[in-house]
């Protein structure tokens, strides 16, 4: 008797919603459509935090553990005015690099990095732009690096090689491009050797 009155109450609660979604359509379908909207919202959210957790986790296990940056700056973006201690900062100096490099016998080795921005809080006012045969990439990610950062960075060569000290030295017109940039400017994989603008 009492499991013929839920099944009753069961099936009556049924007819009476559906009665109610078939009275209010379009209620009803708003109501569908937002909650369609805020589960792909959600997923989209968590698969973009998983990416970029995953890839920041993939960079920070690149570096190792025993790899220090320092900066003048605390690098990301910055909305308010710097304190007064950070303002007064000298800037790094490349005597600073190797100064570490022979008087800290615990550090293997020493790069020096210098960017297009450089750190410094405010707009940019240099943005590279990357030019070869009629094509470019505006808005590269522009750096310059002593020999060193290959080391450092634990970075690998897919083709070609890295800068040497001589041609450091000798500030010599040479680069190294990403994956990215090559398969935009030289599809045909072919940069090795090939003349490559930089300009603002």
């Known amino acids: 008797m009492n499991s013929k009155r839920r099944y009753f109450s069961f099936g009556e609660s049924a007819r009476l919603a559906f009665e109610t979604l078939l009275a209010n359509k379009l209620r009803s379908a708003l109501t569908v459509l937002g909650v369609f909207i805020a589960v792909v919202v959600l997923v989209m959210v968590f698969s973009i935090m998983y990416g970029v957790d995953a890839d920041l986790r993939a960079q920070l296990e690149q570096y190792?553990?025993?790899?220090?940056?320092?900066?003048k700056f605390e690098p990301g973006i910055h909305l308010n005015r710097l304190?007064?201690?950070?303002?007064?900062?000298?800037?790094?100096?490349?005597?600073?690099?190797?100064?570490?490099?022979?008087e800290a016998p615990s550090v293997k080795e020493v790069c020096v990095e210098l960017d297009s921005t450089s750190f410094v809080p405010g707009t940019p006012t240099f943005i590279p732009t990357a030019r070869y045969n009629g094509k470019e990439v505006?808005?590269?990610?522009?750096?310059?690096?002593?020999?060193?950062?290959?080391?450092?960075?634990?970075?690998?060569?897919?083709?070609?090689?890295?800068?040497?000290?001589?041609?450091?030295?000798?500030?010599?017109?040479?680069?190294v491009i990403g994956h990215d940039l090559a398969e935009t400017l030289f599809p045909a994989k072919d940069a090795i050797g090939k003349d490559l603008q930089v300009t603002e």
């Open 64 to 71: 190792g553990t025993n790899t220090l940056f320092v900066f």
């Open 83 to 102: 304190p007064q201690e950070l303002r007064v900062r000298k800037p790094l100096q490349y005597e600073d690099a190797e100064a570490i490099r022979e």
């Open 138 to 175: 505006l808005a590269v990610n522009f750096e310059g690096v002593t020999p060193s950062f290959q080391m450092v960075q634990n970075s690998r060569m897919e083709q070609g090689r890295f800068l040497t000290e001589s041609e450091n030295s000798h500030r010599l017109d040479v680069a």
